[in-house]
Protein backbone atom coordinates (compact mmCIF):
# COMPACT_ATOMS: atom_id res chain seq x y z
CA UNK A 1 0.00 0.00 0.00
CA UNK A 2 1.43 3.49 -0.90
CA UNK A 3 1.74 5.69 1.78
CA UNK A 4 0.55 9.47 1.33
CA UNK A 5 2.65 12.75 1.65
CA UNK A 6 1.30 16.07 2.15
CA UNK A 7 3.25 18.79 0.98
CA UNK A 8 2.74 22.47 2.37
CA UNK A 9 4.82 24.80 0.13
CA UNK A 10 3.95 27.75 -1.55
CA UNK A 11 7.17 27.96 -3.72
CA UNK A 12 9.43 24.73 -3.88
CA UNK A 13 7.97 22.27 -6.25
CA UNK A 14 8.32 18.66 -4.68
CA UNK A 15 7.97 17.24 -8.39
CA UNK A 16 11.18 19.39 -9.30
CA UNK A 17 14.26 17.70 -10.03
CA UNK A 18 16.66 20.27 -9.24
CA UNK A 19 14.69 21.04 -5.89
CA UNK A 20 14.77 17.31 -4.87
CA UNK A 21 11.64 18.14 -2.33
CA UNK A 22 11.28 14.65 -1.11
CA UNK A 23 14.94 14.49 0.31
CA UNK A 24 12.92 15.98 3.13
CA UNK A 25 10.00 12.92 3.07
CA UNK A 26 10.22 10.92 6.47
CA UNK A 27 8.62 8.31 4.83
CA UNK A 28 10.26 8.12 1.60
CA UNK A 29 9.95 8.73 -2.02
CA UNK A 30 7.63 5.73 -3.05
CA UNK A 31 4.54 8.16 -2.36
CA UNK A 32 1.07 9.23 -2.98
CA UNK A 33 1.73 13.03 -3.31
CA UNK A 34 -0.43 15.88 -2.62
CA UNK A 35 0.79 19.54 -2.76
CA UNK A 36 -0.70 22.32 -1.32
CA UNK A 37 -0.10 25.89 -0.78
CA UNK A 38 -2.06 27.36 2.30
CA UNK A 39 -3.61 27.09 5.28
CA UNK A 40 -6.86 27.09 4.22
CA UNK A 41 -5.72 24.03 1.93
CA UNK A 42 -4.07 22.27 4.73
CA UNK A 43 -7.20 22.37 6.66
CA UNK A 44 -9.58 21.36 4.21
CA UNK A 45 -7.26 18.77 3.10
CA UNK A 46 -7.43 17.03 6.79
CA UNK A 47 -11.09 17.99 7.13
CA UNK A 48 -11.84 15.87 3.37
CA UNK A 49 -9.19 12.73 3.40
CA UNK A 50 -8.27 12.55 7.07
CA UNK A 51 -4.01 11.91 8.41
CA UNK A 52 -2.02 11.59 5.92
CA UNK A 53 1.01 9.49 6.73
CA UNK A 54 3.35 12.29 6.48
CA UNK A 55 3.72 16.32 6.17
CA UNK A 56 6.62 18.30 4.60
CA UNK A 57 6.06 21.66 6.42
CA UNK A 58 7.41 25.22 4.86
CA UNK A 59 6.76 27.92 7.55
CA UNK A 60 6.44 31.25 5.06
CA UNK A 61 3.15 30.97 2.60
CA UNK A 62 3.68 33.79 0.88
CA UNK A 63 1.68 36.79 1.23
CA UNK A 64 -0.90 34.84 3.05
CA UNK A 65 -0.46 35.78 7.02
CA UNK A 66 -1.09 32.45 8.27
CA UNK A 67 2.10 30.23 8.29
CA UNK A 68 3.19 27.02 8.56
CA UNK A 69 3.51 27.36 12.08
CA UNK A 70 -0.14 27.91 12.16
CA UNK A 71 -0.96 24.59 9.81
CA UNK A 72 1.19 22.52 12.54
CA UNK A 73 -0.55 23.93 15.64
CA UNK A 74 -4.11 23.38 13.51
CA UNK A 75 -2.62 20.23 13.35
CA UNK A 76 -1.83 19.30 16.99
CA UNK A 77 -5.28 20.25 18.18
CA UNK A 78 -6.96 17.83 15.60
CA UNK A 79 -5.30 15.21 16.61
CA UNK A 80 -6.05 15.84 20.13
CA UNK A 81 -10.07 16.33 19.79
CA UNK A 82 -9.75 13.11 17.51
CA UNK A 83 -7.29 11.41 19.56
CA UNK A 84 -5.27 10.78 16.56
CA UNK A 85 -1.37 10.02 16.74
CA UNK A 86 0.63 12.91 14.94
CA UNK A 87 1.56 12.21 11.54
CA UNK A 88 5.55 11.47 10.50
CA UNK A 89 6.82 14.92 9.77
CA UNK A 90 9.74 16.84 7.93
CA UNK A 91 10.51 20.51 7.77
CA UNK A 92 11.64 21.86 4.51
CA UNK A 93 11.84 25.80 5.50
CA UNK A 94 14.26 27.98 5.03
CA UNK A 95 13.24 29.73 7.99
CA UNK A 96 15.64 28.47 10.72
CA UNK A 97 13.24 30.24 13.56
CA UNK A 98 9.80 29.36 11.96
CA UNK A 99 11.54 25.66 11.83
CA UNK A 100 12.34 25.33 15.38
CA UNK A 101 9.17 26.80 16.12
CA UNK A 102 7.35 23.82 14.21
CA UNK A 103 9.94 21.17 15.62
CA UNK A 104 9.78 22.71 18.93
CA UNK A 105 5.84 22.33 18.85
CA UNK A 106 5.72 18.86 17.39
CA UNK A 107 8.55 17.68 19.71
CA UNK A 108 6.65 19.20 23.07
CA UNK A 109 2.99 17.26 21.58
CA UNK A 110 4.53 13.71 21.55
CA UNK A 111 6.33 14.04 25.07
CA UNK A 112 2.48 15.41 26.26
CA UNK A 113 0.78 12.35 24.45
CA UNK A 114 3.82 9.87 25.91
Not at 49 to 57: K, R, V
Amino acid sequence: MVKTLLWLDDFRNPYSKTMNGLKYSPIGYDVELFWIENYQEFVDFIMIYGLPDAICFDHDLGSESLTGYDCAKWLVNYCLDNNKPLPKYGIQSDNTVGKANIDGLFKSFIRFVK
